[in-house]
């Protein structure tokens, strides 16, 4: 009977630990760069079904319990810095002067949301100085129409082909330099602008790549995040990258960004906070970002509740009157040539 019972769990964490494997590869193929998502569910099975087997199976599975035991251990130290115990990259910036402050919202409002004015209410009850509207076409185009009453400055992309990666983006304050642009000859748009804020210019990014998926490498999406992190390090004024990058920061290639881009991440050392999927009980993580260079002070960072989209919008406060550096990855050794690596891929491809 104890066979019958310890031979499933044994055979579902040898398949978690192929998982946890397969996810630490160096390729851009779609269903292994998928594993770099469920990283929390992963680990959460890991841990109840080795402690499981453990109790049933004792020494007699002891392979497995080490391989198990193994992956966990992967999957707790790529997760680590995401939960209230790890040290925080931004610390929080208790007050501001009311002419500092600068708000940010960013919003994936699923295409195919009906819930219109749920979204246009959510939008002013927040008052975001920059505003940035993922997954719109025309007709959401059309539904946005009330928020240019609010917002003077206004850009917008509708892709005729990627019909899910419109971008739309509204500014309180006037956009200069701004564009959208089409890294690579990708076909969603990169929004690159500089926001002239009273007290500072600051450079605006938004992302919006392709996922990994059936048929699609991670390949165009790492590509677009790098070059939004190339345009941070660049500029003289300092950056906020925003937007859904359809990847995870535990992701090796979000992490690159971050160290190229030298921004910060707010949910460092406080949670997951996951933005996605708001129409799921359980698979849940972190893909959409709000992520700045140091200067700006955090006074706040939230998951706002869910708009009728899969996704959560997600906002963050910040304070451009105080000198806040953070705790910025460091760069490492082979940055510069990973960086060009992935680059050419994405340009052969």
């Keep these: 009977m104890r066979r019958w019972i310890t031979r499933p769990i044994a055979l579902l964490l040898l398949l978690l630990v192929a998982a946890t494997g397969a996810a630490m590869l160096n390729t851009d193929t779609w ?63 208790p007050r501001c002067a009311d002419d500092g402050v600068l708000r940010v919202l960013s919003t994936n409002v699923q295409r195919g949301n009906q819930d219109v004015q749920q979204v246009i209410d959510m939008i002013r009850a927040n008052d975001p100085d920059i505003l940035l509207v993922m997954e719109t076409d025309e007709r959401w185009d ?13 850009m917008q992309s509708i892709p005729e082909d990627a019909t899910y990666f419109g971008m739309h983006v509204f500014s309180h304050y006037p956009l200069e ?44 999406r790492d590509a677009t995040v790098l070059t939004a992190a190339q345009y941070a390090a660049d500029s003289e004024a300092v950056s906020i990258m925003a937007g859904d990058y359809n990847a995870t920061p535990w992701n090796d290639t979000a992490r690159l960004a971050m160290r190229v881009g030298q921004v910060l991440d707010p949910r460092q050392g406080r949670g997951p906070l996951v933005s996605f999927d708001a129409e799921s009980a359980w698979m849940k993580w972190p893909l959409d970002q ?3 260079q140091g200067g700006p002070g955090m006074l706040d960072f939230q998951v706002l509740p869910a708009v009728g989209s899969d996704h959560y919008p997600v906002r963050a406060d ?12 460091a760069p490492q050794d082979g940055d510069a040539a990973a960086v060009q690596a992935i680059f050419a891929a994405a340009s052969e491809g």
Aim: glycine letters at 6%.
């Design 31 to 93: 269903w292994i760069r998928f594993l770099d998502f469920p990283r929390m569910q992963i680990a959460a099975a890991l841990a109840v079904l080795v402690l499981v087997y453990m109790l049933i199976a004792g020494w007699r599975g002891i392979v497995v319990t080490l391989l198990s035991l193994v992956a966990l251990g992967v999957q707790v130290r790529t997760l680590w810095p995401y939960q209230p115990l790890a040290r925080q990259m931004v610390a929080h910036t």
């Design 142 to 154: 059309r539904d946005l129409t009330p928020l240019r009453d609010d917002y003077e400055h206004v």
């Design 290 to 292: 709000i992520l700045w």
């Design 177 to 220: 330099n701004a564009r959208f642009e089409f890294p690579f000859d990708s076909d969603t748009p990169l929004f690159v602008g500089d926001v002239a804020h009273p007290r500072g210019t600051v450079q605006f990014l938004g992302v919006h790549p392709r996922p990994p998926q059936r048929g699609q490498s991670s390949e165009m």
């Design 318 to 329: 910040l304070c451009l009157t105080t000198n806040a550096p953070g705790d910025p990855a």
